[in-house]
């Protein structure tokens, strides 16, 4: 899955963290892929040193390198790390060129075919906030994207631009791409304006918004800045964050399966948490992509 924004500060590896965290709550052996140059997801995790990064896998996507750029995470033997580095940024150049894109698909099949131990059942791919070619390359090795933003002015115009992408890597490159959903992070319930922004959203895109926001919270920054997971840092915001991020990665894998379905022609099964659009939502600003919600979002 591919965690991407296309504006920084929305908090995109806050939430790729917070799904690792609720995966390891969950007993499911994860990798984290940190695509971003900043690097905030591998600090985050502290792996030990490794003898290459990423940006050696994408530039030669064979096994003996991708091994020298994998590490456990300091979160839990069961989670992994492809570490980031600052030379990332090298291969993030913007245009049409889609030389070696391909190759961080190629290393996620190489690790699929000869895991370190037991196979992973999820990979987090967290995205630089731009759609360079680190992002396509995220989306082409992809099988759900996620988009992550918060809910202000310019909300509504970056998530249509992002779907936008996604659909078309998926039309010329990736076929089994589709759009986990958007969720809303750093939501203040008690703001109107956020309120008011979070119904923008929906009427633009129905149910590919998520059920879930993710509220502001103090505990996260503590969390990260100890580099340990939201679920075992011990205060009330850090559990209502927890519950939350359980939720989000519950409808990421429903949605996988009946994206599993669709492509196979046959009948998804009915989804029981995401409430149905109100009748006053309209589907006028952004009529294809509403269209894909109610295609691809159970």
């Given at each position: 899955?591919a965690?991407?924004?296309?504006?920084?500060g929305?908090?995109k590896?806050?939430?790729?963290?917070?799904?690792?965290?609720?995966a390891?709550?969950?007993?499911?052996?994860?990798?984290?892929?940190?695509?971003?140059?900043?690097?905030n997801?591998?600090?985050?995790?502290?792996?030990?040193?490794?003898?290459?990064?990423?940006?050696?896998?994408?530039?030669?996507?064979r096994?003996?390198?991708?091994?020298?750029?994998?590490?456990?995470?300091?979160?839990?033997?069961?989670?992994?790390?492809?570490?980031?580095?600052?030379?990332?940024?090298?291969?993030?150049?913007?245009?049409p060129?889609?030389?070696?894109?391909?190759?961080?698909?190629?290393?996620l099949?190489?690790?699929?075919?000869?895991?370190?131990g037991d196979?992973y059942?999820?990979?987090?791919?967290d995205?630089p906030?731009?759609l360079?070619r680190?992002?396509?390359?995220?989306?082409?090795?992809?099988?759900?994207?996620?988009l992550?933003?918060?809910?202000?002015?310019y909300a509504?115009?970056?998530?249509?631009?992002?779907?936008?992408a996604?659909?078309?890597?998926?039309?010329?490159?990736?076929?089994?791409?589709?759009?986990?959903?958007?969720?809303?992070?750093?939501?203040?319930?008690?703001?109107?304006?956020?309120?008011?922004?979070?119904?923008?959203?929906?009427?633009?895109?129905?149910?590919?918004?998520?059920?879930?926001?993710?509220?502001?919270?103090?505990?996260?920054?503590?969390?990260?800045?100890?580099?340990?997971?939201?679920?075992e840092?011990?205060?009330?915001?850090?559990q209502?964050?927890?519950?939350t991020?359980?939720?989000?990665?519950?409808?990421?894998?429903?949605?996988s399966?009946?994206?599993?379905?669709?492509l196979?022609?046959?009948?998804?099964?009915?989804?029981?948490?995401?409430?149905?659009?109100?009748?006053?939502?309209?589907?006028?600003?952004?009529?294809?992509?509403?269209?894909?919600?109610?295609?691809?979002?159970?």
């Amino acid at each position: 899955m591919a965690v991407l924004s296309l504006k920084g500060g929305v908090g995109k590896t806050t939430v790729a963290l917070g799904i690792a965290s609720a995966a390891l709550r969950r007993g499911a052996r994860a990798l984290v892929a940190d695509l971003d140059p900043q690097g905030n997801a591998t600090a985050t995790l502290d792996p030990p040193m490794t003898e290459a990064t990423l940006t050696d896998v994408l530039e030669t996507p064979r096994l003996a390198v991708i091994r020298q750029a994998l590490a456990p995470s300091g979160w839990s033997d069961e989670l992994d790390v492809l570490v980031s580095s600052e030379d990332l940024e090298l291969l993030n150049e913007p245009g049409p060129d889609s030389r070696r894109m391909d190759n961080l698909a190629r290393a996620l099949d190489e690790l699929t075919a000869s895991p370190p131990g037991d196979p992973y059942q999820l990979a987090i791919l967290d995205c630089p906030p731009s759609l360079g070619r680190l992002t396509r390359s995220a989306l082409m090795a992809a099988d759900s994207a996620l988009l992550v933003t918060e809910p202000t002015m310019y909300a509504v115009s970056g998530a249509e631009r992002a779907l936008e992408a996604i659909e078309a890597i998926r039309a010329e490159h990736n076929p089994r791409l589709r759009p986990a959903g958007v969720l809303v992070n750093r939501l203040r319930v008690r703001s109107y304006e956020h309120q008011y922004r979070v119904q923008e959203l929906r009427e633009s895109f129905g149910r590919l918004v998520m059920p879930t926001a993710i509220p502001d919270r103090l505990a996260i920054q503590q969390a990260q800045g100890a580099c340990v997971p939201i679920h075992e840092w011990k205060s009330p915001g850090a559990q209502e964050i927890a519950l939350t991020f359980n939720m989000v990665l519950a409808k990421i894998l429903r949605s996988s399966r009946a994206g599993r379905h669709r492509l196979a022609d046959e009948e998804p099964e009915p989804a029981s948490t995401p409430a149905e659009p109100s009748q006053n939502e309209t589907t006028s600003q952004f009529p294809v992509l509403r269209e894909l919600a109610e295609r691809e979002i159970g």
